[in-house]
């Protein structure tokens, strides 16, 4: 089991930035860098969406087309934890946002399903 908690959230000016960390504990059995990491978020009256994902090495990210050369997903091994650092925000940005860990296969997936892990999500507000 791998418990994930995502930093608190906040309140942002349209083109402000915000830097989203999650933490990841647990007695599984496997390192930290086992694991694929993603970001995912959800706005009101929508599905979850993929914004963001890593690699176990941190060598490779991807991102969703509405964040990409925004945002940046990186992680610390060491630390047991995943960072979003968001730029540029905009109001449909607003959402709350999901750290999870994918525990099987060693690919970047944009999938939800493909996550086993899931934080429980942290409210980040743009206001216009």
């Known amino acids: 089991q791998v418990q994930l908690v995502e930093s608190e959230g906040g309140l942002v000016q349209t083109g402000g930035s915000l830097t989203l960390s999650c933490v990841a504990s647990g007695r599984t059995g496997r390192t930290f860098s086992n694991y694929v990491m993603g970001w995912f978020r959800q706005a009101p009256g929508k599905e979850r969406e993929f914004v963001a994902a890593?690699?176990?090495?941190?060598?490779?990210?991807f991102y969703g087309d509405s964040v990409k050369g925004r945002f940046t997903m990186s992680r610390d091994n060491a630390k047991s934890t995943v960072y979003l650092q968001m730029n540029s925000l905009k109001p449909e940005d607003t959402a709350v946002y999901y750290c999870?860990?994918?525990?099987?296969?060693?690919?970047?997936?944009?999938?939800?399903?493909?996550?086993?892990?899931w934080g429980q999500g942290t409210q980040v507000t743009v206001s216009s």
């Open positions: 999870a860990a994918r525990s099987a296969g060693r690919l970047i997936s944009t999938m939800i399903s493909e996550y086993n892990y």
């Open positions: 890593i690699s176990r090495s941190g060598s490779t990210t």
